[in-house]
């Protein structure tokens, strides 16, 4: 689990108690009551590792590169987004504030920096209707990423119409060919048009602002790296869809959803038992970045109940039980999934409203790339088998083509 308690903490450590509340007091390490006993208090174990990694000198650069990876300290430079003491922020703005009253297209200016015209999307490729939403945006992103302008030495004002033109080409093939209810109109309405749900608009706004960006996660660093090499935006975020596509990422709210079942037909702790036995909970409850709660489903989930009064049958049993049992908040998925099966999506729109909004995001870390002009290339630590010794080694040869002068003075 995320939290662990203070002997714990002090054996990993390997400090007295004074020394573990000292850090705690300069916001070194985060702590929170236990919920088994409110006398005890338990230890965000990402922190504790990191202070022991400092405190026994082995941050050395391997060390370093390799806690990066993983939630660790940050690699990239961005003015785009941040999580910060519970908090996300867009470019200095409280997002869930924001959420509140924001569209996406609102959202994109922001994060652009740029007001730009939305074009309709006319993607040359129209893959059959029946197709999936991944299918049909994975598709219209390759056809137009093999002709698209490479983004190498572009200037910043011509990179927002290229942004608002590859956004509008996911929208329309997330959605199909549904024409917007008038011209002008935003994406959530059409959305909620599209799937017969117009009570559900203010929900899937609300969902498409808190989910645009989110710091450098897995899908946004695929995008940046496309967008070091001076790729195409359609390009860039053709490296960001693909990234979300997996189970771990935007697919995570389909296991959600088969937890959920599993809690209707057998309850919620036959549900939870495997993750609660084996100590790693679903995708659905903790977030690294988030000990005290993922705000962005804090956010949904208030909304949801406010308009319902309730939560979707499974949910609140299961969100329960992480809680009493293992101290973990739900998470960003798991209010995507409650929004879903509350007003009868359909089964890839929680990945389209997901896909959608982070495509915002894509495009803002692919033009900030683009304007910061370096290439991203890290170095792997090898360790694989011993390296073979190459038999003209022990040879040395003179590889210079050019003639060595004779000196005078050789016999």
């Known amino acids: 689990m995320g939290w662990i308690t203070a002997e714990q903490a002090l054996h990993v450590l390997q400090v007295r108690p004074q020394t573990l509340y000292a850090q705690v007091s300069r916001h070194a390490i985060r702590s929170r009551p236990d919920p088994a006993d409110p006398r005890r208090s338990l230890y965000h174990a990402q922190d504790v590792q990191q202070q022991a990694a400092r405190r026994a000198g082995r941050r050395r650069d391997q060390a370093i590169a390799a806690?990066?990876?993983?939630?660790?300290?940050p690699v990239l430079d961005t003015g785009l987004s941040t999580v910060s003491q519970g908090r996300l922020c867009f470019r200095g703005r409280d997002a869930v504030a924001w959420s509140h009253s924001a569209t996406l297209e609102e959202?994109?200016?922001?994060?652009w920096q740029a007001r730009p015209a939305w074009p309709p999307a006319t993607p040359p490729c129209r893959p059959a209707p029946a197709a999936p939403a991944l299918t049909r945006a994975l598709q219209a992103l390759a056809e137009r990423a093999a002709h698209d302008p490479a983004t190498l030495?572009?200037?910043?004002?011509?990179?927002?119409?290229?942004?608002?033109?590859?956004l509008m080409t996911v929208a329309e093939a997330l959605m199909g060919d549904t024409p917007a209810p008038a011209p002008g109109h935003p994406l959530h309405l059409r959305l909620a048009r599209q799937w017969g749900c117009p009570q559900a608009a203010e929900l899937i706004r609300q969902a498409l602002v808190l989910l645009a960006d989110?710091?450098?996660?897995?899908?946004?660093?695929?995008?940046?790296?496309?967008?070091?090499?001076g790729a195409a935006l359609s390009a860039c975020v053709l490296s960001g869809l693909a990234t979300l596509s997996g189970p771990l990422h935007g697919g995570a709210v389909a296991r959600v959803q088969a937890l959920v079942d599993t809690a209707l037909a057998h309850g919620a702790e036959a549900a939870l038992a495997p993750a609660l036995q084996s100590g790693r909970l679903y995708p659905a409850?903790?977030?690294p970045l988030y000990p005290e709660g993922d705000v962005r489903a804090q956010a949904l989930l208030a909304s949801l109940m406010a308009a319902s009064g309730r939560l979707p049958p499974g949910f609140a049993e299961l969100q329960a039980l992480a809680l009493q049992r293992a101290g973990e908040h739900p998470t960003?998925?798991?209010?995507?999934?409650?929004?879903?099966r509350h007003h009868g999506w359909p089964a890839d729109g929680p990945f389209t409203v997901f896909a959608l909004s982070r495509c915002v995001g894509w495009l803002a870390h692919a033009i900030e790339q683009v304007q910061q002009g370096a290439l991203i290339r890290p170095r792997a630590r090898y360790v694989g088998p011993p390296l073979v010794k190459s038999p003209e080694a022990s040879e040395p040869r003179d590889t210079d083509p050019k003639p060595r002068p004779v000196s005078r003075w050789h016999p």
């Open 67 to 73: 806690a990066t990876i993983r939630w660790g300290d």
């Open 332 to 340: 960003v998925d798991f209010a995507l999934a409650a929004l879903a």
């Open 107 to 111: 959202v994109a200016e922001l994060l």
């Open 285 to 287: 409850f903790g977030h």
């Open 153 to 166: 030495g572009a200037q910043a004002d011509t990179l927002a119409p290229q942004a608002a033109s590859v």
């Open 214 to 229: 989110h710091e450098l996660n897995a899908s946004t660093f695929a995008t940046r790296v496309t967008a070091s090499t």
